[in-house]
């Protein structure tokens, strides 16, 4: 008896193992396959089309390549900032500046996945962004821990408008931004990792 209910115990677990190797098996399937559908994706915008959804229902695009070439990081960034997009790449929030413009160009990632590499960045860093009309390079000039409730970014600042009052931080400048810390063990929370980059 004892040993025919050992038997069925260990089925048992094997049964759970293989599905649970299994489910994660397939979302490390589907994030790779994701991300040919993005290289696809770029490489046609590179070529010149636009909007190019990396697949038929998606409501975004990829817009920049952002590499951090002392920490071997190329990563394509799409359209955008909500949940959908961060799912799959790094957002770029619409309502800051076009990569590579004038004003503050602000990027957002997840912090256990794309935006993973943003606990080893450090001052003085070189960030390029590559776009369809050309390539632009920042430099680390600071990292910064806030808080979301109290402190908020506008990237709708006007570049010429500062610039007219002295004020050069958002000249030309880039943000990527993460959750903080980078080994919380619960989505979300309040605080953010934000990295300035300047041009």
């Known amino acids: ?35 040919q559908l993005l290289e696809q994706a770029w490489q046609r915008t590179l070529a010149g089309e636009r909007h190019v959804r990396p697949w038929p229902w998606a409501d975004t695009w990829p817009v920049v390549e952002l590499v951090v070439p002392r920490l071997g990081v190329r990563q394509i960034v799409l359209s955008g900032d909500s949940g959908r997009v961060l799912a799959f790449a790094p957002g770029h929030s619409e309502a800051s500046a076009k990569p590579g413009a004038l004003g503050m ?19 003085g860093d070189l960030i390029k962004l590559h776009t369809p009309t050309g390539a632009f390079s920042y430099t680390v000039s600071e990292r910064a821990v806030v808080d979301q409730r109290y402190f908020s970014l506008d990237p709708q600042i006007n570049a010429q408008s500062e610039a007219l009052h002295g004020n050069q931080a958002y000249e030309a400048s880039l943000i990527l931004v993460t959750c903080y810390p980078f080994n919380a063990l619960q989505a979300g929370g309040d605080e953010r990792f934000l990295v300035l980059a300047r041009r």
């Open 105 to 123: 160009t602000v990027i957002s990632g997840h912090r256990d996945t794309s935006f993973s590499f943003l606990k080893d960045i450090q001052d």
């Open 1 to 35: 008896m004892f040993r025919h209910l050992s038997k069925i115990l260990i089925a048992v677990v094997l049964v759970c193992g293989a599905w649970q190797i299994g489910s994660a098996g397939k979302i490390y399937i589907k994030a790779w396959f994701a991300q």
